[in-house]
Each structure stands twice: as C-alpha cells, then as structure tokens.
Nanobody, 116 residues
Framework: QVQLVESGGGLVQPGGSLKLSCAASRSIFEIVAMGWYRQAPGKQRELVAGITSGGRINYRDFVKGRFTISRDNTKNTVYLQMDSLKPEDTAVYYC??????????WGQGTQVTVSS
C-alpha cells in the first residue's frame, strides 16, 4: 500500500518562499502520477499542480510562474517549490499519488500560512 510522507509547511511572509516535499513508500503497484492539492477553510480541495512519471506537468492558472513542481522518480518523491507567496495561498496542502488501477492516495496534509 502506498504511504505518503509530507514536509515543508509553515508560516511565511507575503512574497516569501517555501518548498514542500512528499515521499511515497515502496508499493507493489507502479505510481503513475503525483501531485499537490490544497484546501482552504470553507472551500473545496483544489488541484495545485501534478506531474506524471514521464514528466508531463499540469499547473493551475493561479500558480503559474510562481510554483514549480518536480519529481525524482528514483525516490518516488515529488516537490513543490513555492515562490512569491500570497495570503490567498494559505491552505492545507495535500500530496497525492495515483496508481495504474485508478486508486488515489493522500498524505496527511501540511499547513501553509502566508501572513505578515
């Protein structure tokens, strides 16, 4: 079974940077994609960025030019470099991983707070 371990959240001032990481445990099933979602209070969980094992990347418009997703396939680890952070980026950020059978796995979530 896939287990995801996240790190890197915290409190940062507007305009600052954070880097999130998510490591997937070894699984009998191949991981075909990993990504980051976020959920703010009173809002639905939304995709931030995703990346496949082949390097195909998808960004939501509100983070293009500010966030960068990358993946180390040898370690089954995905990263999210967040620059030029805004208060509206404040949310709980969740790592996810998808297997070839349509299963989705989630990390525990890490809080990102952007405030002066």
């Amino acid at each position: 079974q896939v287990q995801l371990v996240e790190s890197g959240g915290g409190l940062v001032q507007p305009g600052g940077s954070l880097k999130l990481s998510c490591a997937a445990s070894r699984s009998i099933f191949e991981i075909v994609a990993m990504g980051w979602y976020r959920q703010a209070p009173g809002k639905q969980r939304e995709l931030v960025a995703g990346i496949t094992s082949g390097g195909r990347i998808n960004y939501r418009d509100f983070v293009k030019g500010r966030f960068t997703i990358s993946r180390d396939n040898t370690k089954n680890t995905v990263y999210l470099q967040m620059d030029s952070l805004k208060p509206e980026d404040t949310a709980v950020y969740y790592c996810n991983a998808d297997d070839p059978f349509g299963h989705r796995f989630w990390g525990q979530g890490t809080q990102v707070t952007v405030s002066s």
